[in-house]
């Protein structure tokens, strides 16, 4: 792996994480896997451990719903030869939800976005590779739900970020990923 | 057409149909058409109606709200040069509906991930190339319906598997059909 | 810029917009922005002033949430070196809106879709390249709100439409845009 950044994009259920787990696998050495979930209910508790599940049981996990910049800077000071963040979707709503109501509008979109650049720096100084999954969440109708809307555009801003510091970008559809960074027409 | 299954995938009035039928139109004889659509409405009669203005009068149509593995086997011993399967997704719902309160939700997706591949079983044994018209439903945000979640889950599994089972996959974004299991980066 | 009609599509906050003006600032002479927003909120009155800031302040703009072909057809008369049109959705919620319960589902297809076929040929008949942008909105999950279901559809439609005009499609995601016109399948 020459990359030091890469990122995994696709909708739920796309393969995108199996993909990244098969990329960070092919590093020569320990995987460190950085886990955003928080665990609320019954039903993120099943979407977690089917995660599990199919992770080798020698990776090492880090949990980082919050404080993901520095959870990865300590990732990547120990062994690991390449670090699997998933993703930064379920981190940006960790983020959202914990500002929301206590600071405006404005104010959640700029403290998201600085800590979401926080963590694709910590990405870049790194000599491991990190790899980053996230997910398509702007191609269905606007929703309903103010929040919702919110989310959306602050995913989207995230994605962008995300794909300007990565050395490579993948999209993945029905399991199948294609590199969309290295064919993009740039102006 | 040497490729025997061929999976077409995209949106909501992306133009994924109108892709797949030119696509069987190209056989060298009678085309089987097999329908999942299950008409319990107004606004689902004028769906259906719209897709069968638009098929050549001589295509044979079967119905497969259910058991799609054996009428596609039925449909596979008849004359036709090519069958066209609209499509995964309902099919999929059809069967989620079916179950929906009489099984546990990991029996649910497991019966229903078994059924899709007796269908994919059932497509690759015939002579005749098979095509599949599926759904992109996880682009979106989360949806608030839990029974929602679960159909997008499921409906990403079954298009992972679909996707294996291909020699050829096409996503249809605005009418246009791009190949991207030709084009995928294997790991 | 060679081509005459130019389609940028996405998903919402992919970097359509801002791909689509960096499209337009080639252009060798003045551009004319066509804005579809109808401001009848905060919250849309803040995404129009994100976009407006975004914007070189030469620019002329035109305000056509109706009738967008009369004003295309204006600004192509005008100065103008390059027109961007942002954006086809929304003009297509404008005009739903407009016809919602005046006239028959049917109808309110056949009219917008009229509409549409009026501005991409008023967009083929000028000089001056003009570049349509669009948004993805059929890849979530089916709406439960039938306006949205509609909406849904012709949206569908208007970008099969827009892309069969267009010389070039573009599909941004993740700020990355690919061209999918040129490499799409054709039967």
Not at 58 to 65: F, K, L, S
Not at 83 to 106: G, H, I, M, P
Not at 167 to 181: P, R
Request: glycine share 6%.
């Amino acid at each position: 792996m020459k990359a030091k950044v890469i990122l995994v994009t696709g909708g739920a259920r796309s393969g995108k994480s199996t993909f990244a787990e098969q990329l960070a696998a092919q590093a020569a050495g320990p995987v460190a896997y950085i886990a955003t979930a928080q665990v609320y209910d019954e039903e993120m508790r099943h979407r977690v451990d089917l995660h599990q599940e199919r992770r080798p049981a020698h990776w090492q996990t880090y949990e980082a719903p919050y404080h993901a910049d520095t959870v990865l800077e300590e990732a990547l000071q120990g062994p690991a030869q390449a670090v699997l963040f998933d993703c930064l979707t379920l981190y940006t709503t960790n983020l959202l939800l914990q500002l929301a109501e206590s600071v405006s509008r404005e104010q959640r979109a700029a403290q998201i976005l600085a800590a979401i650049d926080r963590l694709l720096a910590a990405a870049r100084q790194g000599t491991a590779p990190v790899i980053f999954v996230t997910n398509e969440v702007g191609m269905g109708i606007v929703p309903e739900n103010p929040l919702a809307r919110e989310y959306r555009d602050i995913a989207g801003w995230v994605n962008q970020r995300a794909a300007v510091a990565a050395d490579q970008v993948y999209l993945v559809v029905c399991g199948l990923a294609t590199e969309i960074k290295k064919n993009a027409v740039w102006l």
